[in-house]
């Protein structure tokens, strides 16, 4: 079991940059891999970045790839998303969810993931 909080959200500037932290309780978090989501108002809730429990291996959606970095400190229970260059499409509830397991092969779909946090509100202003 682990227990999965967010905090960084806020609002920026188009083109500005913000980092998301998602910090877990429980233990060997390394055991976990680790998706971020996001949803806008009126659409699915997607996966934008995941990365392996040992922090090898790391995912991208294409609307995300080379602006947003996801990383994580197994030391300190946390994932990171640094978010650069953000647009206001990238305006939506972002949440941090973990698989039941450390190794990915793919960015997954909710479906793969059991445990998620309360999400955290980011919006890009133009």
């Known amino acids: 079991q682990v227990q999965l909080v967010e905090s960084g959200g806020g609002l920026v500037q188009a083109g500005g940059s913000l980092r998301l932290s998602c910090a877990a309780s429980?233990?060997?978090?390394?055991?976990?891999?680790v998706g971020w989501f996001r949803q806008a108002p009126g659409k699915e809730r997607r996966v934008v970045a995941a990365?392996?429990?040992?922090?090898?291996?790391?995912y991208y959606a294409d609307s995300v790839k080379g602006r947003f970095t996801i990383s994580r400190d197994n030391a300190k229970n946390t994932v990171y998303l640094q978010m650069n260059s953000l647009k206001p499409e990238d305006t939506a509830v972002y949440y941090c969810?973990?698989?039941?397991?450390?190794?990915?092969?793919?960015?997954?779909?909710?479906?793969?993931?059991?445990?998620w946090g309360q999400g955290t509100q980011v919006t890009v202003s133009s």
């Open positions: 429980g233990r060997a978090f390394s055991s976990y891999a």
């Open positions: 969810a973990a698989q039941g397991r450390p190794l990915i092969y793919g960015l997954g779909d909710q479906s793969d993931y059991k445990y």
């Open positions: 990365i392996s429990g040992g922090g090898g291996s790391t």
